[in-house]
């Protein structure tokens, strides 16, 4: 009798230890519940007395083209979207080929019941991916991929713009300093205030500063030169995000290069142009040290150049004080997705990264200079009715497309 109790003991143990050592590989691994299946059918084939056609057997739940039940189809449809192709072949054991050709008349599919809409800011920049540099189109307040053309050129910044309804309600455009976005805006949208990038801006005076440092290296011995360039990442920070060791060594290297401090102190004055309140202030402020620039440090004279040829898009920011930050964080995510993908079409990127969400979120973040005036509601009636109109209104709201968060947490 104890010799089948210690049996019985030990058989249960053998189940235990088998149930915990799956539950160990599911959370590893990320196995699921599905397992490859082979459906062996016997079919028919018919001759039609009358035409002498022949037929076969139709069955429902079965796509006969693929070889392949319309179950399996509309898994393979949905995670297309948020997988590598790769990493579905092997699940289902598929060619990648069966998998691009399912996805692909997902998206075209997705496609044709796609909303179009025109959002109030708009930000245009491009993605160099897989050898092609591509435009990417955002809508800024929403934090969403709004669409990805398969060309920069100003012809097909036109053509996409040309076909948005209601493109009157696009109020902003964000860009960089390509003057075909500019062109193209500036014909399809007359209405609109383009706003050039700051940190495109302040990128540049930070490049220009490089290029001087290098070219006061060039004069100095190889000990002097170490030493400055010692200080490079320091140059390019801003003096408010500074420690104290890094001023003190600054100070040091100020002591004997006064002409890089003067560089230094000028870029920060540039920069602080964008901490001004209004446009007014801002152009004051920018007059002062075009002057200064004229007067003592020849270098930056490129920038006010190019702050001259732009000057109506520069200082549009102190009247929308909008960015393409968000743009620039999505051609990231973007070229990560693009990079797992190893060799995706164009057709295929834009759908997983259009389509990848099924709706938008509520943004996070918002570049609104002023909030709502918000009114609170005590009757109980009435915060009903109010509830039910803005459930509505979030309704009406859901459109296709992909959001920045969730994308950087990888759902592609």
């Not at 995670?79 to 008349?105: G, M, N, Q």
């Not at 259009?354 to 002023?370: D, E, V």
């Amino acid at each position: 009798m104890n010799l089948i109790y210690l049996n019985c003991v030990k058989m249960q143990m053998s189940v235990i230890i088998f149930l915990l050592f799956r539950l160990k590989l599911k959370q590893r691994y990320a196995l699921n519940d599905e397992h490859y299946t082979a459906l062996k059918i016997r079919g028919h084939k018919h001759l039609c007395k009358d035409c002498g056609s022949i037929f076969v057997d139709r069955f429902n739940t079965l796509d006969l083209c693929s070889k392949m039940t319309n179950r399996l189809r509309c898994k393979i449809q949905q995670l297309s979207l948020i997988k590598p192709f790769r990493h579905i072949a092997r699940e289902y054991k598929l060619s990648v080929t069966t998998i691009d050709k399912i996805a692909l008349a997902y998206i075209r599919e997705k496609d044709s019941q796609h909303i179009m809409y025109s959002p109030e800011v708009l930000g245009i920049d491009e993605a160099h991916l897989n050898g092609s540099i591509r435009c990417v189109l955002t809508d800024i307040n929403e934090h969403l991929l709004f669409e990805m053309l398969p060309k920069r050129d100003k012809q097909t910044v036109m053509n996409y713009l040309d076909s948005l309804p209601d493109s009157n309600n696009i109020k902003v455009v964000t860009m960089d300093m390509y003057r075909p976005y500019h062109e193209a805006v500036y014909e399809c949208l007359p209405d609109a205030a383009i706003v050039i990038d700051r940190f495109h801006v302040v990128k540049l005076i930070n490049d220009v500063l490089s290029d001087y440092r290098k070219t006061l290296c060039k004069q100095l011995s190889a000990a002097e030169k170490k030493e400055i360039n010692s200080v490079q990442k320091v140059l390019n920070a801003n003096r408010k995000d500074l420690t104290a060791n890094q001023n003190k060594k600054l100070g040091y290297i100020y002591s004997k290069y006064p002409e890089l401090k003067m560089a230094y102190d000028l870029k920060e004055e540039f920069r602080e142009i964008y901490e001004c309140t209004n446009r007014r202030a801002a152009v004051l402020k920018y007059t002062k040290w075009s002057r200064k620039v004229k007067q003592n440090f020849s270098p930056y004279i490129s920038i006010t150049e190019m702050v001259n040829r732009w000057s109506l898009e520069l200082f549009n920011y102190f009247d929308h004080p909008y960015t393409n930050g968000v743009t620039e964080a999505i051609n990231g995510c973007i070229k990560a997705i693009a990079r797992d993908g190893k060799g995706y079409s164009f057709e295929i990127l834009r759908g997983k990264v259009l389509y990848g969400q099924a709706y938008k979120t509520k943004a996070i973040f918002s570049y609104n200079k002023f909030s709502p005036t918000i009114h609170y509601v005590t009757d109980p009636s009435t915060r009903s009715s109010l509830n039910m109109i803005q459930n509505l209104m979030d309704s009406y709201k859901q459109i296709s497309g992909a959001d920045i968060d969730r994308l950087k947490l990888g759902l592609f």
